[in-house]
């Protein structure tokens, strides 16, 4: 969609992008998802299970994974820490 609006294809708005930002729009969207879901599960009290489908993904284990890899630790450690300070 961000390709067609910049009048360009996908492949020449993913280059570009990629040269502009220093990752691809789907690194970029990626990044986002799983700092929206940090905020959710540190703030909001949701669940993963609450989360995951929210941010756009199918599966509890693909999010899981997804968000590991991300911010280097899992979900449950972020609702877990939370539940500790309380």
């Not at 990752?23 to 700092?35: A, K, Y």
């Not at 540190?42 to 693909?62: D, H, K, L, R």
């Amino acid at each position: 969609m961000l390709a067609s609006q910049a009048g360009m294809s996908r492949a020449a708005f993913a280059k570009h992008f990629g040269q502009t930002v220093g990752i691809t729009p789907i690194e970029s969207l990626t990044q986002r998802r799983m700092l929206l879901a940090s905020d959710r599960l540190q703030n909001s009290g949701e669940t993963i299970s609450g989360v995951f489908a929210a941010m756009g993904y199918e599966s509890e284990s693909a999010f899981i994974k997804a968000f590991k890899r991300v911010t280097g630790a899992p979900p449950g450690k972020l609702t877990r820490s939370k539940k500790f300070e309380d």
